[in-house]
């Protein structure tokens, strides 16, 4: 392989990671969606539902992305597992504020991972992915900030 295939292939890689966080990322968000409770029960179950929706829609583009890179993405729950650096939380009766927090903490992450996705689109030449990257982030990062504020 050439140099522009290993970073073609790393690429690829790295947004199949991103796609199996992006989907983890959404269930754990939906979980709290459907499971927060307290005093500010109201507030939360609508922004994690607005964020939950958010994210849902960026898993097309981001499988969409692989293919047009000529490779294969994933196929099953068990290829997100395997793939995701997202934590399962199944407590079911977590604390909201630990709710908020955590995933303040995971959309943190994830703004990271997209960085060094965008790295590894710069290094492949790769300008749709390195541009589109952009957008995913300042909305992760929108996120990241309106669960920073509650934790004020
Ligand atoms: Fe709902």
């Known amino acids: 392989m050439t140099s522009k295939d290993n970073s073609k292939a790393a690429l690829i890689d790295s947004l199949n ?14 979980n709290f969606h459907w499971h927060v409770r307290g005093p500010q029960f109201h507030d939360l179950h609508l922004l994690f539902d607005a964020q939950a929706t958010e994210i849902f829609a960026l898993t097309d583009v981001i ?10 993405t994933l196929t099953s729950i068990g290829s997100i597992a395997a793939r995701t ?11 909201a504020m630990a709710m908020v927090r955590e995933l303040f903490e995971d959309n943190t992450a994830y703004v990271a991972t997209l960085k060094a996705t965008k790295e590894l689109a710069g290094e492949a030449g790769d300008n749709a992915t ?21 934790l004020a």
């Open 130 to 150: 390195d541009g589109i990257i952009d957008d995913w982030t300042d909305q992760a990062e929108e996120r990241a900030w309106f669960l920073r504020e509650i």
């Open 17 to 30: 990671g991103l796609l199996a966080d992006t989907l983890a990322l959404y269930v754990k968000t939906k």
């Open 63 to 72: 499988a969409e992305r692989v293919r047009k890179l000529g490779g294969k």
């Open 85 to 95: 650096t997202i934590k399962n939380q199944d407590d079911t009766g977590l604390d």
